[in-house]
Every structure is written in C-alpha cells, then in structure tokens.
C-alpha cells in the first residue's frame, strides 16, 4: 500500500506543479504612471500607460481607459514609442464620454516587465479630489499560447488631486466659504483680499470658468465685495491688481454653493409598515446633485406608551444610521424619521408610520386557522362559521336597514319643538357673542406679547424662531404627540405652546437644543380629541424670540377612555367581533343539539308508529278474514231478503273499515314527514 502511494505522488506531483505555475502566470498587469499627484487647473500632465507581463509572453493588448472628462480633457495619446508593434486602431479617445481605446497586437510575443503602450497627455478643466483615471472591466491581455488565453490579473488606476493655481495676485478669503474644497449652504458669499504692495486698482470678476482672467477694468479699491443669491454650484472669483500701471498677476478662488436638500425619497420597512414581528428593517436611499450625500441620521420616537424618555438637555436627537437599519422593537405605533444629509449640510426628513401589533389570525397551510394562542380551528369548521356569520350579519343588515327606513319615514317632515328651537338659536346668540369677544381677547395678547418681544430684540441680541422638521400631524388620542427641529445655536431653551381650540386650554413645555442644534420634545401623556394650535419660540437668558408661526393639528378619537384606562377602537372592534363570534357559537351549539333530539325523537316516532301501523293491519286482517268467513257462510245459505240486506251491510262496513284505517295511516305519515 506505501509503495502504491509513493507512486500515486510521483505521477500527481509534476501535474499539480504544473497546475500551480499555470495559476501563477495568470498575472499580467496594466498601470498607470504617475498613480498619483496633484495638478493645477489649467495645467497639462502627462500619464504613461505600462505593460508588465509577469514573466510571460503576450501578443496582445485591448484597453480602455476611463476618465472624468468635465475634470479632464485628452489633448492627444502618444504612440511613437510603445511595445505594440501593429495596432488594430488608431488609438481612439472621446471628451465628451470620457473614454480612450487602446488595440493592438505584439507578433511573435513579448515578455517585458515595464513596457510604455502610450503616453498620455491631459489638460486640467475643473477643480476635484479625487479623480479617478481607471481601466475598464473588459480591458484584457492575451498570452502568446496559441489559444488567447486571457492573462489580464491586476490594473493599478491613476487617483489625482485637481486644485487651483497658486495665488498670483492678492490674496483672497471668504468669512462666509473659508474652505475652496467645502460646500456650504449659504447663497450670499462675502469675499475680502490684501496685498503685500501698495496697489492703485483692483479688477475683478465672479464666473463659472476656474481659471478666467479678470476684465482689466477697474473696480476701485475697496478690499471687499458680496455677492448674494447665487445659483447652486462652485463659482469662481477672480481678481488682480494694477501696481505702477501694469495689471499683475491673478487669484483663483473656488466658492461651492449648495442650498437644496438631496431628492426626496422613500422609506421601505420590511417585513412590513404593519406587522406582528418584532425585528424589522428599515431601508432607504436618495441622490443630490450638487455635493453628494453625506450620510443618514434616524430616531424612531414611540407613539404608543411611555417607553421612552424625554430626551436630556445636550442629548443628540438623531443618530447616524446606514440602510438598512435593524430595529427590534416591541408592540406599539412608532414614527420612523430618516434624514438624509449632502456635503454642505442641508437635509431632507422624511417620516414613516410603523406598527408592531400582536398577531390575531394566522394561516396554517393544509390544516387551518390559528387563532393567538387558543389552538387551530380546522378550515372545514372555519368555513362553516364565516357562512353562518355571513348569512347572520346579511339579515341583520336588512333588519337594521328596514329599522333605519321606519326610523326615517317616521321622522320625516317633522320639526323641533319652539322650546328647542329657543334655546338652539339662545346658544348660537352666546357662541358668536363671546367667541368674538375671545379672539379679541387673544388678538390685544398677542399684540402686547409681539410687542415686549419686538422691544426685548432690540434692546438685546436677536433671535429667531425654532425650525420645526418633525412634529407628529397624524395623530389619535391613543399616540403620543412630539415636535422636533433645530435652532440657529446649540444650547438654545426651546418654548413650546400648545392650544385647545374646544376648551382654550393651553399648556407649554421646554426643551433644550443639543450640540448639533437639533431639539425634540414628546409629550408624556396623551392628548383629548380636538383641534390644537402649535407655535414655539426660542429663549437665550432673557431673550425671547419671535413667536413661530402656528402649525395647526387635530387629535383624532380613536380610543375610549375610562378614567386613567383607554380602550382603542380597534381593541373594542376586537371585544365586539370576539362577542358575535361567541353569540353565533352558541347558535350553531343550540341549532346542532335540537336538531340532532328532534331527528332522534322523530326516528323513536317513526319506530311506534310502524310498529302501531304492524299491530293495525295485523287487526284489520284478522277483522277482514272474519267478516269474509261470514259473508262466505251467508252465501252459502239460501239467502233470505233479511240475509241479502246483512250481506250488503257486511260489504259495506268492510269497505269503510278499510278505508278509514287506511286514511288515518296516510295521515299519520304525512305529520312524519
């Protein structure tokens, strides 16, 4: 048996090298050189294209290179001094798609380590970081084997860093957009400069091109300027100066505008928005065309119960989050707010309604319903209560709709009694009396109030307005009411009012923005059905801003309550269809228990009465054979006219006998049936 494995190795073993040396030469290689640098708009670089084989023989080389082309621009691609020997084609390059293509074939093979396929040469157009100049996916290298086996194993792609010229003239800043690489989203832009040298003008300009020169017409000397309502995008400013008559050299500086908040967006929860697991996730995605997304933020805020507390002053509303997002939460109504943020800070919030419920009804395959914990009712049985329950609900449908039409007909053509009537028009008199004098009321307050804060502003430094982002508009007495936003400072007291249109009752709370100036507030009780009005303001020390504007919202009745208890509707709906579901059991249990003893009693009837039926014409055969045997002797007599009148009278009683029994037995069977 060894000697049989030694030989088994000494026959693998030159296969299982040869195996691994073919893996090996599978390793050819296109790079780009310089793979990386940092180059001026405007400017012009060159990049060489390099062939390595790996200790192979190719005969063959199909590339394509891709790159940004409103970054770059391909003067021309350089092949006088290159390995490929015969091109297909002219190399081809294309601007507008941003791509070159590089075929040609190396008769006979080659084996090189650094083999220059072409030289590159780009001019620089727009400012980035970084660019990408890459191979694409179906680039390939054929080995010289006779087969085109392809051996293309690894690229190395060129990632550079696109800027401005160094300043050549003043020297320029912005108060408003420091950072040239940075978006922010502020449209008005203030721009400030100095020179070194004392200097007679300044000509400047503010473009869409990187690098334009500036008019030579001057501007005055002034060592600032504002530009305001720019258009999303980088704009540049350019400017120099005119020192002894000669207009000097010129400063490029790159301002990125970007006041849109990314698209709007869809938010997916699976396995669904309502459902009894309690693990979901949840997942989103969106664009922005001018900086590019940032990242994602979430708070999931707790509609149902008081499971979550009220944030801490300093506490972040939001935490970053990626799609999708795993959740584990227990039953109850949740709001889902996502927020997605671009590069220069502006966000889009989007809010989806989420409900984990217990799971009622459930479908077992092949066997039935499950019904909660109770067991599993069997489809036979299943179908048999939805007929029922369906007939019972149809004809307690009409009769409540033939109640409903007497109920109609007979209110018709009535009227309110005058002592109603009275009283209807006393009340409307003292409604539109004193609700006039209650918006007056309200109108002189908040007259006064936008006064001593208008007087408190200017004698202080102002404020503004708290920004409402997520306020929880879709609400029921059942869930819990929250407001939620950002302030144009951290550490900022948030005011919130909060006003009963029935009642008038107002309440108000506060909150505290975070580091991030981000705030939220959510009520620990449930709010009374009813209208509301909603207005915030923002307070610093003793300076109180303006009020916000009001935001209007309705608390829907969706639950009863009983003292400190609720009982929502849809648990009260659940009450009512357990009790039908229980009063139509008990029917189907009292029609299946009479009709089963009445077919027993009926089958107890139908058994005497055959045998009652057995006993009967047993007697009337016995009768009959009597009466025969008599007819028989009278006959045989000769019959007097006394003996003729019994015989007729014998027939006679025979015949009715017959009948009459016969007749009751027809009757009786007919009462069975």
Same mark, same amino acid.
């Given at each position: 048996?060894?000697?049989?494995?030694?030989?088994?190795i000494?026959?693998?073993?030159?296969?299982?090298?040869?195996?691994?040396?073919?893996?090996?030469?599978?390793?050819?290689?296109?790079?780009?050189?310089?793979?990386?640098?940092?180059?001026?708009?405007?400017?012009?670089?060159?990049?060489?294209?390099?062939?390595?084989?790996?200790?192979?023989?190719?005969?063959?080389?199909?590339?394509?290179?891709?790159?940004?082309?409103?970054?770059?621009?391909?003067?021309? %691609?350089?092949?006088?001094?290159?390995?490929?020997?015969?091109?297909?084609?002219?190399?081809?390059?294309?601007?507008?798609?941003?791509?070159?293509?590089?075929?040609?074939?190396?008769?006979?093979?080659?084996?090189?380590?650094?083999?220059?396929?072409?030289?590159?040469?780009?001019?620089?157009?727009?400012?980035?970081?970084?660019?990408?100049?890459?191979?694409?996916n179906?680039?390939?290298i054929?080995?010289?084997?006779?087969?085109?086996?392809?051996?293309?194993?690894?690229?190395?792609?060129?990632?550079?860093?696109?800027?401005?010229?160094?300043?050549?003239?003043?020297?320029?800043?912005?108060?408003?957009? %420091?950072?040239?690489?940075?978006?922010?989203?502020?449209?008005?832009?203030?721009?400030?400069?100095?020179?070194?040298?004392?200097?007679?003008?300044?000509? !400047?300009?503010?473009?869409?091109?990187?690098?334009?020169?500036?008019?030579?017409?001057?501007?005055?000397?002034?060592?600032?300027?504002?530009?305001?309502?720019?258009?999303?995008?980088?704009?540049?400013?350019?400017?120099?100066?005119?020192?002894?008559?000669?207009?000097?050299?010129?400063?490029?500086?790159?301002?990125?505008?970007?006041?849109a908040?990314?698209?709007?967006?869809?938010?997916?929860?699976?396995?669904?928005?309502?459902?009894?697991?309690?693990?979901?996730?949840?997942?989103?995605?969106?664009?922005?065309t001018?900086?590019?997304?940032d990242? !994602?933020?979430?708070?999931?805020?707790?509609?149902?119960?008081?499971?979550?507390?009220?944030?801490?002053?300093?506490?972040?509303?939001?935490?970053?989050?990626?799609?999708?997002?795993?959740?584990?939460?227990?039953?109850?109504?949740?709001?889902?707010?996502?927020?997605?943020?671009?590069?220069?800070?502006?966000?889009?919030?989007?809010?989806?309604?989420?409900?984990?419920?217990?799971?009622i009804?459930?479908?077992?395959?092949?066997?039935?319903?499950?019904?909660?914990?109770?067991?599993?009712?069997?489809?036979?049985?299943?179908?048999?209560?939805?007929?029922?329950?369906?007939?019972?609900?149809?004809?307690?449908?009409?009769?409540?709709?033939?109640?409903?039409?007497?109920?109609?007909?007979?209110?018709?053509?009535?009227?309110?009694?005058?002592?109603?009537?009275?009283?209807?028009?006393?009340?409307?008199?003292?409604?539109?009396?004193?609700?006039?004098?209650?918006?007056?009321?309200v109108?002189?307050?908040?007259?006064?109030?936008?006064?001593?804060?208008?007087?408190?502003?200017?004698?202080?430094?102002?404020?503004a307005?708290?920004?409402?982002?997520?306020?929880?508009?879709?609400?029921?007495?059942?869930?819990?009411?929250?407001?939620?936003?950002?302030?144009?400072?951290?550490?900022?007291?948030?005011?919130?009012?909060?006003?009963?249109?029935?009642?008038?009752?107002?309440?108000?709370?506060?909150?505290?923005?975070?580091?991030?100036?981000?705030w939220?507030?959510?009520?620990?009780?449930?709010?009374?059905?009813?209208?509301?009005?909603?207005?915030?303001?923002?307070?610093?020390?003793?300076?109180?801003?303006?009020?916000?504007?009001?935001?209007?919202?309705?608390?829907?009745?969706?639950?009863?309550?009983?003292?400190?208890?609720?009982?929502? !509707?849809?648990?009260?709906?659940?009450?009512?269809?357990?009790?039908?579901?229980?009063?139509?059991?008990?029917?189907?249990?009292?029609?299946? !228990?009479?009709?089963?003893?009445?077919r027993?009693k009926?089958?107890?009837?139908?058994?005497?009465?055959?045998?009652?039926?057995?006993?009967?014409?047993?007697?009337?055969?016995?009768?009959?054979?009597?009466?025969?045997?008599?007819?028989?002797?009278?006959?045989?007599?000769?019959?007097?006219?006394?003996?003729?009148?019994?015989?007729?009278?014998?027939?006679?009683?025979?015949?009715?006998?017959?009948?009459?029994?016969?007749?009751?037995?027809?009757?009786i069977?007919?009462?069975?049936?």
């Amino acid at each position: 048996m060894a000697a049989i494995k030694k030989i088994l190795i000494s026959i693998s073993l030159p296969f299982l090298l040869w195996s691994v040396t073919i893996e090996t030469v599978q390793a050819a290689r296109l790079l780009l050189s310089p793979p990386s640098g940092t180059f001026a708009v405007g400017s012009i670089f060159e990049t060489a294209v390099f062939l390595d084989t790996e200790k192979q023989a190719v005969n063959m080389v199909d590339a394509t290179i891709i790159f940004p082309p409103d970054k770059l621009q391909l003067v021309s %691609p350089t092949t006088g001094q290159s390995v490929i020997s015969v091109w297909t084609a002219a190399p081809i390059f294309n601007n507008q798609t941003g791509t070159i293509r590089l075929s040609g074939g190396i008769p006979g093979g080659l084996n090189v380590n650094r083999g220059l396929i072409t030289n590159l040469t780009f001019r620089v157009k727009q400012v980035g970081e970084p660019v990408l100049v890459k191979f694409s996916n179906d680039s390939q290298i054929l080995a010289n084997d006779g087969r085109g086996t392809a051996v293309l194993g690894d690229v190395q792609n060129g990632v550079y860093k696109l800027i401005l010229p160094p300043p050549a003239g003043p020297i320029v800043s912005s108060e408003t957009h %420091p950072d040239q690489a940075r978006w922010y989203p502020e449209k008005n832009i203030i721009f400030r400069w100095t020179s070194l040298d004392p200097v007679e003008q300044y000509s !400047y300009v503010l473009s869409r091109d990187p690098v334009e020169n500036s008019d030579g017409i001057s501007e005055g000397k002034n060592n600032s300027a504002i530009y305001k309502n720019l258009v999303d995008g980088t704009h540049y400013f350019h400017i120099k100066s005119l020192r002894d008559g000669i207009w000097g050299g010129v400063t490029h500086f790159a301002v990125n505008v970007d006041t849109a908040p990314p698209a709007e967006f869809p938010i997916d929860i699976s396995p669904a928005e309502r459902t009894s697991s309690k693990r979901q996730f949840v997942s989103f995605t969106t664009t922005d065309t001018q900086s590019g997304l940032d990242h !994602y933020e979430m708070k999931v805020v707790n509609l149902t119960a008081n499971l979550v507390q009220a944030a801490e002053p300093g506490e972040s509303f939001f935490i970053e989050t990626v799609s999708p997002h795993a959740l584990a939460l227990d039953f109850g109504t949740y709001d889902v707010i996502v927020r997605a943020y671009d590069q220069a800070g502006n966000f889009r919030e989007i809010t989806k309604r989420l409900k984990v419920v217990n799971q009622i009804f459930e479908i077992v395959t092949g066997q039935g319903v499950k019904i909660s914990r109770a067991g599993i009712i069997p489809w036979f049985w299943f179908w048999l209560l939805m007929i029922i329950l369906i007939a019972g609900l149809g004809f307690l449908a009409w009769r409540v709709s033939h109640w409903h039409r007497q109920i109609a007909t007979r209110r018709e053509n009535k009227e309110l009694p005058k002592e109603l009537k009275s009283k209807l028009s006393e009340l409307k008199r003292y409604r539109q009396k004193y609700g006039q004098l209650l918006l007056f009321i309200v109108l002189i307050g908040s007259l006064l109030t936008t006064h001593q804060t208008s007087a408190e502003i200017i004698d202080s430094v102002q404020l503004a307005p708290p920004f409402v982002s997520s306020v929880s508009r879709d609400l029921s007495n059942k869930e819990i009411f929250y407001i939620g936003g950002n302030t144009d400072v951290s550490n900022v007291t948030v005011l919130i009012y909060l006003q009963n249109l029935q009642t008038g009752e107002t309440f108000s709370a506060k909150t505290v923005s975070d580091t991030k100036r981000d705030w939220f507030y959510r009520h620990q009780t449930f709010l009374t059905p009813g209208d509301y009005l909603l207005w915030n303001q923002s307070q610093l020390g003793e300076v109180l801003s303006p009020p916000s504007a009001q935001i209007k919202m309705t608390v829907q009745q969706t639950a009863i309550q009983f003292g400190a208890s609720r009982l929502s !509707y849809e648990t009260l709906y659940l009450l009512i269809a357990l009790g039908f579901l229980l009063i139509i059991s008990g029917l189907i249990i009292f029609l299946i !228990y009479h009709i089963h003893q009445g077919r027993k009693k009926q089958k107890l009837f139908a058994k005497e009465f055959q045998e009652a039926e057995e006993s009967i014409r047993r007697g009337f055969a016995v009768l009959r054979r009597d009466l025969e045997a008599e007819l028989k002797l009278v006959r045989r007599l000769n019959p007097s006219e006394t003996e003729k009148q019994r015989e007729l009278q014998l027939l006679e009683d025979l015949n009715s006998v017959q009948q009459h029994i016969g007749q009751e037995v027809w009757d009786i069977e007919k009462a069975l049936e």
